[in-house]
């Protein structure tokens, strides 16, 4: 079975800094997606970032960025110029690509607590 | 667009007492449901999945059960709730699977805060 392992409880990081998310992932698939929610304090989980296994480029949604290293089954998130608004649960997950034997499973890592120091 | 509703948004429930959560989907057609239990303000622990109309997986033996009596209408439920059933409990959707599917990403409802005393 999959697993996802976020090694990170609490990070911390000066407004406008940059900062990094880790993630380890275990899966014997050779086709996934990874993905990064966050969990602002009303609780709503939001997609920030997905990135297909079957890429190699490094997936960017504006001040997001991963590092994705599949050889290593690492996948960290980068938050440039941090805002206060980023402080907030972040959640790793991981899903198969294969259309069956259970591949519908999301399952995600235990999360890091991002504060924003203004 | 789709839509996920969940509800309701608090729950305080008596020990011993039955559950119903509810989840629907809008919008959309045969989607995977999920639910999902975060206690404590940590990880997400997978409940229950669902591909179809009464198809269900459980990941984890407990106190609750699901069911999906219609397409894009998931129930989370008790029959005698437990303390340790107290939690944050999310519902998500996400679209069918097909071979070239590349939309692989989960919704998730705003939650349920259920308190058990």
């Known amino acids: 079975a999959q697993t996802v392992t976020q090694s990170q409880p609490e990070m911390s990081v000066q407004e406008a800094e940059t900062v990094t998310l880790s993630c380890t992932y275990d899966?014997?698939?050779?086709?996934?997606?990874l993905f990064w929610y966050k969990q602002p304090p009303s609780r709503q989980m939001i997609l920030v970032i997905r990135q297909e296994a079957y890429k190699q480029q490094n997936a960017t949604e504006n001040r997001f960025s991963v590092n994705f290293q599949k050889a290593a089954k690492s996948f960290s998130l980068k938050i440039s110029d941090s805002q206060l608004g980023d402080a907030a649960m972040y959640f790793c997950a991981y899903r198969s690509v294969l259309t069956q034997g259970g591949s519908e499973k999301l399952v995600f890592g235990k999360g890091t607590k991002l504060t924003v120091n203004p | 667009s789709q839509t996920i509703h969940q509800w309701p948004a608090t729950l305080v429930q008596p020990v011993g007492s039955p559950l119903s959560l509810e989840c629907t989907v809008e919008g959309t057609s045969n989607p995977n449901l999920y639910w999902y239990r975060q206690a404590a303000g940590r990880g997400l622990q997978l409940l229950f999945y669902?591909?179809?109309?009464?198809?269900i997986s459980s990941e984890v033996p407990q106190n609750l059960s699901a069911s999906r009596p219609q397409d894009r209408q998931f129930i989370l439920s008790s029959k005698k709730l437990l303390l340790s059933d107290s939690g944050f409990y999310l519902c998500a959707w996400s679209a069918p699977r097909t071979r070239f599917d590349r939309n692989p990403e989960a919704f998730f409802g705003q939650g349920t805060r259920l308190t058990v005393v």
């Open positions: 899966t014997s698939e050779s086709d996934y997606y």
């Open positions: 669902s591909v179809g109309i009464g198809q």
